[in-house]
């Protein structure tokens, strides 16, 4: 049983990728955050798959969304540019002497696949098994049935073979969540709907590090603070308009440190508002 707030936050990225740099922008156009995210040969620009690890005093470890994975063919490691990738983000917790093993929850912000890819892998038998085996899995259960019957507009964003050995006999706890909650001392999520439905923010209050916010695909990148600058992908671009607006002036006020989980540069960083338009602060 976990007692006090988390005592410490740091950031890991499981791999790069790239997206299409005027899907990732939606209606601004390429002269504009060609400047910022320059556009590849292909027009993709590049991205980050940044988790959160959130560890307490009494030796519990969580980790906020996991990457992209290694379920991926060699045309579509390709197509999504997947480069630098540290599996199941082994290395990278191994550095702060950790094992997946030693994970105890994962929350998955949602099933996209290049947030949730990683909580499975294939075995030599080709088996698609846990990641983080020990670990109880957090996420809205909007999402969960979102996921297994998306439009035909983000169904490709969503891949079963990424989440369906939850079904399977043997898998790690899935907890499916309804609505805001604190579902560990000084861990809250909030769901947001605008991206896609369901999706959780998370929400990160430590002893002495202050607050931190995984943001998730809300504001995927430090490029993204603005009204406009709303993904092609989203499914409901008004929504995702008045839920950034909202979750920045909180954290304006309250000076919480952002991170953004696919700017290739910038992790994380406090925000603050010009003449009514929020900016990094410097
Ligand atoms: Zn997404």
């Not at 027009?43 to 005093?57: S, W």
């Not at 939850?166 to 001392?185: K, N």
Request: include cysteine; hydrophobic fraction near 40%; charged fraction near 25%.
């Amino acid at each position: 049983m976990i007692r006090a707030l988390p005592q410490s936050v740091d950031l890991l990225n499981e791999a790069m990728f790239a997206l299409d740099g005027g899907a990732m922008f939606g209606i601004i156009p390429k002269p504009l955050w060609d400047r910022t995210n320059p556009g590849d040969d292909r027009n993709r620009i590049d991205l980050a798959c940044r988790c959160l690890l959130v560890r307490y005093e009494d030796g519990t470890n969580v980790l906020v969304d996991v990457g992209i994975g290694t379920k991926w063919s060699d045309k579509d490691r390709d197509i999504y540019k997947i480069c630098d990738q540290d599996p199941s983000l082994a290395s990278a917790l191994g550095e702060f002497g950790l094992e997946p093993e030693d994970i105890d929850h994962v929350v998955l912000t949602h099933l996209h696949f290049d947030h949730a890819g990683g909580v499975s892998y294939q075995d030599d038998a080709l088996n698609v098994v846990a990641s983080f085996p020990n670990a109880t899995h957090w996420l809205q259960r909007k999402n969960w049935g979102w996921a297994h019957s998306p439009s035909a507009r983000d169904g490709g964003s969503y891949r079963p073979v990424d989440f369906d050995f939850f079904e399977h006999e043997g898998a790690p706890h899935l907890e499916l969540v309804d609505g805001p909650a604190e579902i560990l001392p000084g861990i809250e999520v909030f769901p947001m709907n605008g991206h896609t439905y369901g999706m959780q923010i998370v929400k990160v209050r430590t002893m002495r590090d202050g607050t931190w916010v995984h943001l998730a695909d809300l504001v995927p990148t430090s490029s993204h603070l603005r009204d406009p600058y709303v993904m092609g992908y989203d499914l409901q671009p008004l929504i995702t308009v008045e839920e950034k607006r909202e979750v920045l002036y909180h954290a304006a006020r309250e000076d919480w440190w952002l991170v953004f989980e696919h700017d290739p540069k910038i992790a994380a960083g406090q925000v603050e508002f010009v003449d009514g338009r929020p900016r990094l602060r410097r």
